[in-house]
């Protein structure tokens, strides 16, 4: 077997996780194959450390397959169970060193912060010990967690020396990039927080170095979607075209899904539309209780990623109310631009973070946790907006979010 010439490893969450930057990776990985690299892997978690950590998942039965080319590895942990966490850091800290042992020119990418940047930066310090002379490039994605929540909490608990340790495990990678620039800001504006306090100057390098990367898509899985195939996927679940208003994002407070649900129980437009919840999360169980008596909500737990864009094309109208909360906002927003994509009623959000850099001017804003506006704005885009305006609002939207594909972003993020 011949050694591969180029390689690229990206260290993230993968799938099955429920999460925008696992299809990040993803969508990365496979434009990858296309610009040279002959080698790509994701160096991720076991899933059984996945399943333990109580994040929400796809189902492991209905996972899209990767082109041949690229490898998900899970490293196993390293030690016993009195290093609880340390051993599945150390398995895949490990592995990425045997892979920088190899003499193959490699760029290796990092989505979150905490802790796979970390990995990286200790993976390449141990090859380079080791003698091993690595060719790496290394590049770090700060994603929004990584400062609404990582970073923010340091901040707002007065841990400045966490904080610290993350700013400088952040700029000791090669390159730098904010998954917004509304998560650039935040990054700055938390660099300048923690030289205030600390005597540092991370702010000045933050703002010399951090470009901005938006999520990569694959627009082709949304666009010129087959009406046939769009009647049928609702038809099995029991909706009609434009019959429904569609939430379809992870099922969390931040998200907004309460402020939709007490909404809906408002709407003039429920008796013509269905409220269908599509998704997991840490609020499934509890909003899942509050809509027992409500028999127009409709729950959908099990949506892959064949099925969603077919969702988003078929409903009367899209809603993300997201809202800031201690542990969350919103940086970006890529359920946003995927509805964008895949065309179907408008999009109903807020600008909450970084969101107005995923609609643009093609969304129906109202203000974050406004549970009467949002139920008068879906009740016009519902009842009263007419065929040109929603056709207008469709075509505008497209056209924004095909900033966002997968091969302009991975050009601008690794050109050739």
């Not at 952040?170 to 935040?186: G, H, K, N, Q, W």
């Not at 009842?383 to 997968?406: I, N, P, T, V, Y």
Request: aromatic share 6%; glycine share 8%; charged share 25%.
């Amino acid at each position: 077997m011949s050694r591969p010439t180029r390689r690229l490893v990206i260290a993230v969450r993968a799938d099955p996780v429920i999460c925008g930057h696992s299809g990040e990776a993803r969508n990365l990985a496979e434009v990858a194959l296309t610009r040279g690299f002959d080698d790509v892997r994701l160096l991720t978690w076991p899933i059984p450390a996945l399943q333990a950590a109580g994040l929400p998942l796809k189902p492991l039965d209905r996972l899209l397959p990767y082109s041949p080319g690229i490898t998900v590895e899970r490293p196993e942990a390293v030690g016993d169970y009195r290093v609880p966490d340390g051993r599945h850091l150390a398995g895949l800290t490990g592995r990425l060193v045997e892979l920088l042992a190899e003499p193959v020119p490699t760029v290796c990418l990092s989505m979150y912060l905490v802790p796979h940047t970390q990995v990286i930066n200790d993976a390449v310090t141990a090859a380079r010990a080791a003698g091993f002379a690595p060719q790496v490039r290394t590049i770090a994605k700060a994603v929004g967690s990584d400062v609404t929540n990582v970073i923010r909490s340091c901040l707002r608990e007065g841990r400045f020396g966490a904080a610290t340790v993350l700013l400088t495990t952040f700029l000791a990678s090669d390159e730098v990039v904010a998954v917004s620039e509304y998560t650039r800001d935040e990054i700055i504006a938390s660099a300048l927080e923690v030289d205030a306090n600390c005597g540092t100057s991370f702010a000045e390098e933050c703002r010399r170095r951090v470009t901005v990367s938006y999520p990569p898509i694959d627009s082709s899985a949304f666009l010129d979607l087959d009406p046939a195939a769009v009647d049928a996927a609702l038809a099995k679940r029991g909706l009609e075209r434009d019959k429904y208003i569609l939430f379809l994002s992870r099922v969390a407070r931040a998200k907004g899904i309460y402020d939709l649900v007490i909404a809906y129980g408002q709407m003039r437009c429920r008796d013509d539309v269905k409220l269908v919840v599509a998704g997991t999360g840490p609020a499934l169980e509890h909003v899942r209780a509050m809509a027992k008596e409500d028999d127009r909500i409709v729950f959908l737990s099990d949506v892959d990623d064949d099925e969603k864009p077919l969702l988003m094309a078929g409903c009367a109208a899209y809603a993300l109310p997201t809202k800031p909360e201690p542990d969350f906002v919103e940086t970006f927003g890529i359920a946003l631009a995927e509805k964008a994509l895949a065309g179907g009623g408008p999009i109903i959000t807020t600008l909450t973070g970084g969101t107005g850099e995923a609609v643009g001017d093609a969304a129906v804003i109202v203000e974050a946790g406004d549970i009467g506006a949002l139920a008068d704005a879906i009740d016009r885009v519902v009842l009263d907006m007419s065929g040109e305006e929603r056709k207008d609002l469709e075509k505008r939207a497209r056209a924004h979010a095909m900033a966002f594909d997968r091969g302009a972003v991975f050009d601008q993020l690794l050109p050739s």
